[in-house]
């Protein structure tokens, strides 16, 4: 039996109904509760433990999490494992059933499930892997073979830029289990990916990315749009700025500064110093290993070949310095061109659709892959 077809009055003794009104007062960090398919969970002791954060959880704290729940958790069966020792009860049986459109939304997730839509070729991300770690070689190659020239410099870091670019795409997939049946498996792919071939770490970008899609351009809970220090996006933000008289940038002018302190260093400076901070106070130390065995390939294997520290240095900050626009062109498609607002508490699916962006020609999906993937 489901829980939305259980009455008040057929509940286990150790549980209880409760009303939506009830649950939405309990929405802060040391007393959180969440609603999944009409149970009522306080999951105010699972906080620290999440594997994806704290704050997913948060953004759905007093609030029918269902949605939520199904779009990210693959093996819905281990997780619910975790749970049953947080259930305390249900929701009344008058509020129990979702919106309209959170059905239609899992009646839809389960049509494509049934007709194979989810399932994924492994083989293509192994190839993918195999020619991101070619293409890094064939950058010391050239170098090795045929000496530091412009010529050869300039194909390196070709090479190596088109490399990290794709390394970015591939640990995005690994990232959010969506390839190997084996969650685990996942998690040892995403780590090398991110950590070994990119040198950042993969629990800061849990913890970023996970609270993009739960609340995307929901300013204050969606990170990549909450830089309010540097940049109001949207048509709400600047507004209400404006009448508070916050900030100390030259708004008016973000258009045309954007293109100084945006693309140009977003990963060659901002990452660099966001990633290192949130390891070392999150003392992510695994990470930490990772990324420095990293830094300390990429050196080995080319500080020789450019001639010293510093040259190699230099080269690293130019592949960065271009893989940050590639990086901030392709993610913006779906934040720039779409409304960022506060939390208006819409439902899983409308706000998932409202900001997902159709980019479909070749030119496209062949660089920008994240740009295309529509609905996770």
């Keep these: ?131 991101i770690i070619a293409m890094h070689w064939m950058a010391f190659f050239v170098l090795w073979y045929f000496g530091n020239t412009w010529t050869t410099w300039l194909t390196a870091v070709v090479l190596v830029t088109a490399s990290q670019a794709q390394a970015g795409w591939l640990q995005h997939d690994f990232g959010h289990l969506t390839v190997f049946n084996s969650s685990r498996l996942n998690h040892i792919a995403h780590d090398v990916t991110i950590g070994l071939m990119k040198g950042v770490s993969s629990f800061w970008w849990n913890y970023r990315h996970f609270q993009h899609h739960a609340k995307p351009n929901v300013f204050l809970k969606d990170p990549d749009v909450t830089a309010a220090f540097l940049f109001l996006l949207g048509k709400v933000l600047p507004k209400k700025w404006g009448q508070k008289h916050k900030g100390v940038m030259p708004y008016h002018l973000q258009h045309k500064y954007f293109f100084i302190i945006g693309p140009p260093l977003l990963l060659p400076v901002y990452f660099h110093i966001e990633v290192l901070a949130y390891t070392l106070l999150k003392k992510k130390f ?74 479909n020609t070749p030119f496209h999906t062949t660089l920008w892959p994240d740009s295309c993937r529509g609905l996770h």
């Design 286 to 359: 695994k990470d930490l290993i990772s990324m420095l065995i990293f830094y300390a390939c990429f050196h080995i294997l080319f500080a020789p070949l450019m001639g010293g520290f510093w040259a190699n240095f230099r080269f690293y900050f130019i592949i960065r310095f271009l893989e940050s626009h590639w990086f901030v062109w392709a993610t913006q498609i779906s934040h720039l061109a779409k409304d960022v607002d506060f939390d208006k508490e819409r439902d899983w699916a409308s706000l998932q659709a409202s900001h997902t962006t159709a980019a």
């Design 1 to 131: 039996m489901l829980a939305t077809d259980i009455s008040p009055t057929q509940l286990p003794e150790s549980k209880r109904a409760y009303t939506r009104e009830e649950v939405a007062l309990h929405k802060k960090y040391d007393d959180c509760w969440i609603i999944i398919h009409g149970k009522v969970y306080n999951v105010t002791p699972w906080l620290k433990r999440h594997p994806g954060g704290a704050k997913v959880i948060l953004h759905y704290a007093g609030d029918d999490a269902t949605v939520a729940f199904e779009s990210f958790h693959n093996d819905k069966a281990y997780v619910q494992r975790y749970m049953a020792s947080f259930h305390i009860g249900y929701v009344v049986s008058e509020q129990a059933q979702l919106p309209e459109i959170s059905r239609d939304f899992l009646e839809m997730r389960k049509t494509f499930e049934a007709e194979g839509l989810f399932k994924v070729k492994p083989l293509f991300f192994i190839a993918h892997f195999l020619h």
